[in-house]
């Protein structure tokens, strides 16, 4: 069996989202909407970048295609009694979509978890509107896949954020000014070539 190249998986990840009507931009909304309370200057910009980077990695695109996959053949009524009528209701108790989600989000650490907890519980944004499901169509696994994605995201930049600052006292230290002042909020992307130097502490 060939194997399958990476390029392929997130180009798929990307083009899957978009038939299924979600937009990175408003993923991007949900996580401006996180991080902004944290970091003042958060520019729209950032969040996109981050959403970006979180969706190249393997095990959420692998959760994304297997939870898409199961809304779409429920839609299409190809599964058996009685996982398709639990699909189709979007039951409850079930659990699966948020299992398969959840366990996508944990190599960002804790805040991405208790971000997706939270995400789960409030559904902001296009999580709600994916959750008002409208008559026929089935997004059971893709609102918790969407707060996956936008969980990660969250904790990427708040992981980045305190790595600039760091990155930015130290400069300040080195250039022996005497006084260090802790850094003002600086914005992610303007300085993200010093956060490569800082040697990506970040979740990345
Ligand atoms: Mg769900």
């Known amino acids: ?29 949900i996580v401006y909407d996180m991080q902004l309370p944290y970091h003042p200057n958060l520019k729209m910009e950032t ?17 994304i295609l297997v939870g898409i996959e ?25 659990g699966c979509d948020e299992t398969l989600a959840l366990g996508s989000v944990f190599g960002y650490g804790s805040i991405a978890v208790t971000t997706f907890g939270f995400l789960d519980k409030q559904k902001i944004g296009i999580i709600r509107k994916l959750d008002n499901k409208a008559f026929g169509k089935v997004n059971t696994f893709l609102d918790d896949l969407v707060a996956a994605i936008a969980s990660s995201a969250s904790s990427r ?48």
Do not use: W
């Open 47 to 63: 969040c996109m970048e981050s959403v970006r980077a979180v969706l190249s990695k393997r095990e959420l695109q692998h959760a």
């Open 1 to 29: 069996m060939m194997r399958v190249h990476s390029r392929e998986v997130g180009n798929a990840v990307y083009r899957k989202l978009a038939e299924r009507g979600v937009e990175l931009e408003a993923i991007a909304d």
């Open 157 to 204: 930049i708040a992981h980045r954020q305190r790595d600039m600052d760091e990155k930015v006292m130290e400069l300040a230290l080195e250039a022996g000014s005497g006084e260090v002042h802790p850094p003002e909020e600086t914005e992610v992307v303007a300085l993200d070539p010093l956060l490569r130097e800082a040697g990506e502490n970040a979740a990345s």
């Open 70 to 94: 199961l809304d779409v053949l429920a839609e299409q009524n190809v599964i058996s009694e009685p996982l398709l009528s639990i699909l189709r209701d979007d039951e409850g108790l079930f």
